[in-house]
């Protein structure tokens, strides 16, 4: 599975972006996705993670209620729709897949096989 991340930018405070992971590969409808994301000088972190079927999604404390995961398997892509961007939310954000998919390790990075190239995402205050 080769992943590609896109829709980062530059935004203010309070304003939104919607990141898009494109997945290769017909078996994409398998992979239990999440993204990840990585702020200079610290490490990276789990921001949102769903299930292969899309009836499982699971988020960080810190975004949950602001970003909303997603996918359509029938256009092999994962979504991050990301609403009331905060400065704090500044960084190279990564889609991740993997086969494997339990609720016990998805906000393990380790767990993932798969990574795509990361998107950038600055919000201004």
């Known amino acids: 599975v080769q992943l590609q991340a896109s829709g980062g930018g530059l935004v203010q405070a309070g304003g939104s972006l919607r990141l898009s992971c494109g997945a290769s590969?017909?078996?994409?409808?398998?992979?239990?996705m999440g993204w990840f994301r990585q702020a200079p000088g610290q490490e990276r972190e789990f921001v949102a993670a769903?299930?292969?079927?899309?009836?499982?999604?699971y988020y960080a404390d810190s975004v949950k209620g602001r970003f909303t995961i997603s996918r359509d398997n029938t256009k092999n892509t994962m979504y991050l729709q990301m609403n009331s961007l905060q400065p704090e939310d500044t960084a190279v954000y990564y889609c991740?897949?993997?086969?494997?998919?339990?609720?016990?390790?998805?906000?393990?990075?380790?767990?993932?096989?798969?990574w795509g190239k990361g998107t950038q995402v600055t919000v201004s205050s």
């Open positions: 769903i299930r292969w079927s899309g009836d499982s999604t």
């Open positions: 991740a897949a993997d086969r494997t998919f339990a609720s016990q390790t998805v906000r393990v990075s380790r767990s993932y096989g798969f």
């Open positions: 590969g017909r078996i994409f409808s398998t992979y239990g």
